[in-house]
C-alpha cells in the first residue's frame, strides 16, 4: 500500500509563490511516475507529470509558472508555483501512476491552494 502525504498549500496573493509536497512511504518510488492535479468542477486535471528519469509534462495553463521535480532519494515530489493566479484556486493532488508495469494508482489526500488578495 502507498501513502501518499502532500503539504505546502496555503493561502497567496496574485504573483505570489507556493511550493507543494508530497511524500511517498510504502513503495519503490522510482517505479511510478508522479503528478500533480487539481479539482476542476466534476473531475481531476493533470497540473504537471515527471517521470524517474526527470522527464516531464505540464498543462498548457501553468507552462511558464510552474515547475515539478522529484527527489527520489527522499521519496518525495515538488511542484514549484509562482506567478500564481486567482484562477489556480483549487484543491491540488499528488498522484502516483505506476501502470503499465504496476497496475496501480495513488492518490493523496489533497491540499488546498488559495490566491487572493
Known amino acids: 500500500q502507498v501513502q501518499l502525504v502532500e503539504s505546502g498549500g496555503g493561502l497567496v496573493q496574485p504573483g505570489g509563490s507556493l511550493k507543494l509536497s508530497c511524500a511517498a512511504s510504502?513503495?519503490?518510488?522510482?517505479?511510478?511516475?508522479m503528478g500533480w492535479y487539481r479539482q476542476d468542477p466534476g473531475h481531476r486535471v493533470l497540473v504537471a507529470a515527471i517521470?524517474?528519469?526527470?522527464?516531464?509534462n505540464y498543462a498548457d495553463s501553468v507552462k511558464g509558472r510552474f515547475t515539478i521535480s522529484r527527489d527520489n532519494a527522499k521519496n518525495t515530489v515538488y511542484l514549484q508555483m509562482n506567478s500564481l493566479k486567482p484562477e489556480d484556486t483549487t484543491v491540488y493532488y499528488c498522484?502516483?501512476?505506476?501502470?503499465?508495469?504496476?497496475?496501480?494508482?495513488?492518490w493523496g489526500q489533497g491540499t488546498q491552494v488559495t490566491v487572493s488578495s
Open positions: 498522484n502516483a501512476d505506476g501502470r503499465p508495469m504496476l497496475n496501480e494508482v495513488y
Open positions: 517521470t524517474s528519469d526527470g522527464f516531464t
Open positions: 510504502g513503495t519503490i518510488f522510482n517505479k511510478y511516475v
